[in-house]
């Protein structure tokens, strides 16, 4: 056997989504070369003990908001400098971003435009999602099938926010373009009109705090928009994948489309897990913390999203970092003086915190096995999006992306010990059982457990394959069958 390798992570107690076992990890050129018993070393090779630790392929965040452009004066708190350098901390090295396009702009001028804020700044290998706002016919025609051609094979799009929401017409457009060209949709589900309606009877009484943003999208907003995507892409048949979803009601869409035999993905986000409708109606603005959409429900929907998370509901537990500082006039306090709740930008930081608090609240709690942990924070995003197996598992030829655990030891969340450029954290306090000891890039440490060692610059654009995921069902059960449509 080789002797050769760069590293050995030495008595891993090494998780993927599948299995559990100790062995160690011989890495050569950034790849995992070997997992066996007793690797030997060669004279050059570094070794790393992880003795008593597990061990998990590096996290692989796949909706998260960095240096994203926002109408002015909002600004994101985080470029990829800041946001990649909190992602390695929290043990995380692959984030999914997205090149978002503006109306009246091309998606292809979005991703150059994105392409300037990333390379050369990033810590951490990165890929784009794209986020489409404006679907012309030379958006639709030309300009997605090349750029899923060159690598950009996932798109957002949004049934809400004034600037970004298509209608159903443009939203079956573009899950054709999917269909034909084996791109994953990914869906932000509100319904649009539901959300103004209720908004504007809110501010017409005066009820304009933070707390009010919770209830001008309740429950079923979020539950019409899910069953009206689901029913678009089932005439499409296409699959979808509804990000970010909040609670019982989406989740009964869900479970009620996957009855019927469609393909319908779902992520959710430590937001739905860990904060409720209390923490928008804290007093004195600081509810505009968590103000995000769709906004944490109550303690009811936690449950059920737990539930959906433990019995394979969800298959992606992402961060939706979207970071907006708070005290800070091109961020949650816009303009300088509290907002009404509809001007709060909407979002809540993540992206280094996501890791360990499903890791100690999922995994050491007892609730999900460490392979269901391993499933949900990477390999099943990096099969999603079409990364899979370079990124998301622990198997030779793979990235030598590993988190190496300190568990069972207190941690408490502080925003002044974590890395992104966001002046809060809505986890401040919190207190875990878990946090990375070690963070390794491609082989290299990018965290220490005390000191962020990456390389600004260190990481790697990633172009993703067309999603297994993402391909229409076989013809003969195809609904479209029964249309008497073409492929
Ligand atoms: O409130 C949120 N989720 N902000 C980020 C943008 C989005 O819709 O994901
Ligand atoms: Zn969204
Ligand atoms: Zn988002």
């Known amino acids: 056997m080789s002797t050769d390798f760069d590293l ?15 062995c160690d990890i011989g890495i050569t050129a950034g790849r995992i070369t070997a997992l066996g018993e007793r690797l030997q070393a060669g004279p050059g090779t570094r070794e790393i003990d992880a ?24 600004r994101m708190a985080d470029d990829f400098e800041s946001g990649t350098r909190s992602a390695a901390c929290g043990g995380t090295t692959t984030v999914i971003p997205f090149a978002a396009q503006q109306r009246g702009q091309g998606v292809q001028a ?44 996932s798109f957002k799009l949004y049934m809400t926010y004034e600037d970004m929401k298509l209608d159903d017409r443009q939203i079956l457009e573009l899950l054709e373009v999917a269909r034909r060209h084996g791109a994953m949709v990914m869906i932000h589900a509100e319904n649009t009109d539901a959300i103004t309606y209720l908004t504007e009877r809110l501010l017409a009484v005066g009820k304009s705090e933070p707390r009010y943003h919770g209830l001008s999208r309740p429950s079923p907003v979020e539950r019409e928009a899910t069953h009206r995507a689901i029913t678009l892409a089932e005439l499409v048949d296409v699959p979808i994948l509804l990000v970010h979803v909040s609670g019982a009601e989406a989740v009964e869409q869900i479970r009620w489309a996957r009855g019927k035999g469609l393909n319908v993905q779902a992520e959710t986000c430590p937001q739905y897990l860990f904060l409720t409708q209390d923490d928008l109606a804290l007093p004195n603005f600081l509810g505009a913390r968590c103000v995000c959409s769709p906004p944490p429900r109550d303690k009811a929907n936690q449950q059920v999203i737990w539930d959906g998370l433990v ?14 500082n708070y005290d800070d006039d091109s961020g949650k306090r816009l303009g300088g003086r509290p907002p009404a709740f509809p001007y709060i930008p909407n979002g809540v930081p993540g992206l280094e915190t996501r890791m360990a608090l499903l890791f100690s609240e999922g995994v050491l709690t007892g609730r999900m096995p460490i392979q269901q942990f391993v499933a949900l924070t990477a390999t099943n995003a990096a099969r999603l999006y079409g990364l899979y197996p370079r990124k998301g598992t622990i198997a030779i030829g793979s990235d030598a992306d590993l988190v190496i655990w300190n568990s069972g030891t207190p941690y408490t969340i502080r925003n002044e010990a974590l890395h992104h450029a966001t002046d809060y954290t809505p986890y401040e306090g919190r207190e875990l059982q878990a946090w990375p000891a070690m963070t390794l890039l491609r082989g290299e440490v990018v965290w220490d457990g005390e000191r962020f060692l990456g390389r600004v610059g260190g990481g790697e654009f990633l172009r993703c394959e067309r999603p297994e995921a993402a391909r229409p069902r076989p013809r003969e059960q195809s609904w479209r069958r029964w249309m008497e449509l073409e492929d």
């Open 8 to 22: 050995i992570v030495r008595n891993a107690r090494a998780a993927t989504a599948a299995d559990l076992f100790s």
């Open 110 to 153: 979005a991703v150059d435009d994105y392409h300037r804020r990333a390379d050369g700044k990033a810590s951490v290998d990165y890929a784009f999602h794209l986020i489409v706002s404006d679907p012309t016919p030379e958006v639709l025609n030309t300009e997605l099938p090349a750029l899923i051609d060159r690598g950009y094979t």
């Open 51 to 74: 003795a008593g630790r597990f061990v998990t392929p590096g996290g692989v965040d796949s909706h998260c908001h960095i240096d994203q452009p926002m109408l002015p004066p909002i």
């Open 311 to 324: 019995d394979g509901l969800f298959s992606v537990f992402s961060s939706d970092h979207a970071p907006f």
